[in-house]
């Protein structure tokens, strides 16, 4: 017997049972067991069925925490991404100013000069 003809059952024997109470204790009753299939009742409608039953089968626990940690992943590789990027955007910047400015070559390869820049980033 499954779930749906044993809840047909008890309820013709409540509905049974019921004929025999006064008026009061019959509304209390009914309310009673209007609230309890309210509360079973799927919030969702079809699309929250579907997506809950479907997707439990799709998609077992295994699958769904490996989903999760796949995603944790790329956004962590994608932060690691922004941060390289931009600090060789930063460099690259700086580079173009060196190329741009209007000192020799001798300049620049000159051991004191590379000391020199070297002092000045870090200040």
Same mark, same amino acid.
């Given at each position: 017997?499954?779930? !749906? &003809?044993?809840? =047909?059952?008890?309820? /013709? *024997?409540?509905? $049974? ?8 204790? +019959?509304?209390?009753?009914? !309310? &009673?067991?209007? =609230?309890?299939?309210? /509360? *079973?009742?799927? $919030? ?8 809950? +039953? ?11 925490? /490996? ?57």
């Amino acid at each position: 017997m499954n779930e !749906q &003809a044993f809840a =047909r059952r008890v309820t /013709a *024997h409540l509905s $049974a049972a019921a004929r025999d109470v006064d008026d009061d204790i +019959s509304a209390r009753l009914r !309310q &009673a067991r209007e =609230r309890a299939i309210a /509360a *079973h009742r799927p $919030a969702h409608g079809i699309a929250g069925r579907f997506s809950g +039953s479907v997707l439990r089968r799709l998609f077992p626990p295994v699958i769904r925490s /490996a989903a999760m940690a796949v995603a944790i992943l790329a956004v962590v590789l994608s932060g690691d991404y922004w941060m390289t990027w931009s600090r060789v955007s930063t460099l690259q910047d700086v580079d173009t100013a060196l190329l741009i400015d209007d000192l020799p070559i001798d300049a620049y390869l000159d051991a004191n000069f590379k000391a020199w820049l070297q002092q000045d980033s870090h200040s």
